[in-house]
């Protein structure tokens, strides 16, 4: 749950410190970098409108599984966008799916323990929620210096790939009947 959590929050600052090689990658303007940012904040914040609705309607488990292969399937167009025009939507498509873990996370904490074990279960989430933007342009940063731009989407990628199976095996229903 925790993982699901800090997925938003990391996806955004993972990319932070490639913006200058992905300008010149794809011959982008400063504003169309800054459009790949908003286009992801803009996805996040719509969807996170629907993401809870959506859990109550047709369970925790499946808004989640499906939040992350969309995750997943839009980490890998931005790995392989060949201009800026794909970038942004595909930025967008992370941001709309990776909303997904974190608000349904909540609901499930809410569904599985009770009022006091919850509280304390949300307080080490937010932890990793307050962790994932400092380590996040370490690790792009990281990635973009020693091997490419493109290896830090190919990291998000594998991010979803291993929060997928881990939910698919691991994570139970929690919305009653």
């Given at each position: 749950l925790a993982g699901l959590g800090m997925l938003g929050p990391f996806s955004i600052d993972t990319y932070l410190p490639a913006f200058d090689g992905i300008a010149r990658t794809l011959t982008a303007t400063p504003l169309q970098m800054q459009q790949t940012l908003s286009a992801y904040l803009f996805g996040f914040a719509a969807m996170n409108l629907f993401h809870g609705a959506l859990a109550d309607s047709f369970g925790?488990?499946?808004?989640?599984?499906?939040?992350?292969?969309?995750?997943?399937?839009?980490?890998?167009?931005?790995?392989l966008a060949p201009t800026i025009g794909w970038l942004i939507t595909f930025r967008?498509?992370?941001?709309?799916?990776?909303?997904?873990?974190?608000?349904?996370?909540?609901?499930?904490?809410?569904?599985?323990?009770?009022?006091?074990?919850?509280?304390r279960v949300m307080?080490?989430?937010?932890?990793?929620?307050?962790?994932?933007?400092?380590?996040?342009?370490?690790?792009?940063?990281f990635l973009f210096v020693h091997v490419g731009w493109h290896a830090i989407f190919w990291f998000l990628t594998a991010v979803g790939v291993v929060l997928w199976a881990a939910n698919y095996k691991l994570l139970p229903e929690t919305l009653h009947e």
């Open positions: 925790r488990r499946p808004v989640v599984i499906v939040g992350l292969v969309l995750f997943t399937i839009a980490s890998v167009g931005c790995a967008a498509l992370q941001g709309m799916s990776a909303g997904a873990g974190m608000i349904v996370s909540r609901a499930i904490i809410r569904d599985m323990f009770p009022p006091a074990d919850a509280q307080s080490q989430v937010t932890i990793y929620f307050g962790v994932a933007p400092a380590i996040a342009p370490m690790v792009g940063g």
